[in-house]
């Protein structure tokens, strides 16, 4: 049975979280576990706004809401969160700002919108490094990972738990790629391609001969829609729910980089709750975490197949040529291996390694 969900939009555009009605157009996705533990004591009512940048049919939103029926279900509804989707109160840099000043309760970017707070997060950003979903799940729930975390302490930020963005994939309205001649254009011009504002992105796309162009996730669809960008790179599923299958004619299933998101608490907002709150809220984010990527997973493929029957050309990478991707962005590992750290990269290829065995 797919789990269902209805958006009751409040008066300001927040999304209260309660059953309801399915999205049209959607996978049969399994359905949230159901919610047990005890109730939690009484220690006054909360009000939590989350800023998320995807839109109410992604697998963020979706285990968002779950996030909050287990607020309220355990807490006899004294804690609640309103999600506001889209974009709606800026791009993950500008939320995670919001955190910090005390103006927004929650949200949920990308690892990579976070480098600015934890250099090292940017081992994520790395092309290549992670093999397979499994191998990045065995990655996102070690010590490694989440000692990672540790590195928010004192930047106003309390982060919760990874969950899985996904693999990035690049779409484009130019012309097929299947190789990085096809990226940098040889005979003709480079793609310009919007990045996130991370350098380790810029310096992926710089090295196979793009244009890179970094630009809020907000703004992407108008720039391709008026030709500001030729493309973008995205998991198939924010492909989708984004339609920016309108706009791109040409798919390829790059894999290059594979993102976590971080759910992430205002510090102000932590501080401001009694222990057994902050307890449950760290449960309820685990659980949803866990939630986010399992519908991460059942969204991927059949994302794909719908954006191919809605007319994307989409060019699967065989070894041979997924092998000269890889090739042609080793100078990125030169460059930032050492600024990451040597040790920390070696600790999550041992991890890969340990996953393939």
């Known amino acids: 049975m797919t789990a269902i969900w209805r958006n009751t939009l409040t008066l300001v555009g927040a999304t209260t979280l309660t059953l309801g009605m399915a999205h049209a157009q959607s996978p049969e996705l399994s359905d949230p576990p159901e919610i047990d533990g005890d109730k939690v004591g009484d220690h006054g009512t909360h009000t939590l706004r989350m800023g998320i940048g995807l839109s109410e049919n992604s697998p963020q939103y979706i285990s968002s809401q779950y996030f909050g029926e ?37 949200t949920y970017p990308s690892s990579s919108a976070a480098t600015g707070y934890v250099e ?39 982060p919760l738990a990874f969950s899985e963005n996904g693999y990035r994939q690049l779409s484009n309205s130019a012309r097929p790629v299947e190789t990085p001649e096809d990226v940098a254009g040889l005979d003709v011009r480079g793609l310009s391609v919007r990045t996130m504002e991370n350098p380790v992105h810029l310096d992926i796309w710089e090295t196979l001969g793009a244009n890179p162009t970094p630009m809020a996730f907000g703004e992407l669809f108008s720039a391709m ?3 500001v960008v030729d493309g973008q790179e995205n998991p198939w599923s924010t492909i989708l729910t984004s339609n920016f299958h309108e706009v791109q004619d040409y798919g390829t299933e790059t894999r290059h980089v594979y993102t976590p998101f971080i759910m992430m608490l205002s510090e102000r907002t932590w501080d401001s709750m009694a222990p057994e709150y902050q307890e449950l809220v760290m449960e309820a984010a685990r659980q949803s975490a866990e939630y986010e990527i399992q519908l991460s997973a059942e969204y991927d493929t059949w994302s794909r197949e719908q954006l ?50």
């Open 308 to 357: 191919e029957e809605r007319g994307m050309q989409i060019t699967r990478l065989n070894d041979e040529q997924l092998a000269a991707f890889q090739e042609a962005v080793q100078p990125v590992y030169e460059e930032w291996a050492p600024r990451i750290g040597e040790e920390l990269i070696q600790d999550i290829q041992a991890i890969v390694d340990d996953s393939t065995e």
């Open 120 to 158: 090292e997060l940017a081992v994520f950003d790395l092309p290549f490094l992670l093999p397979s979903r499994e191998a990045a799940i065995e990655v996102l729930q070690s010590d490694v990972a989440l000692e990672l975390l540790e590195g928010f302490e004192g930047s106003g930020l309390k």
């Open 225 to 227: 829609e008026q030709g």
């Open 70 to 106: 287990i607020l309220e279900k355990r807490t006899d509804g004294r804690i609640t969160v309103n999600v506001f989707p889209n974009s709606q109160l800026g791009d993950d840099v500008q939320m995670l700002e919001m955190l910090q000043t005390g103006t927004l309760d929650m």
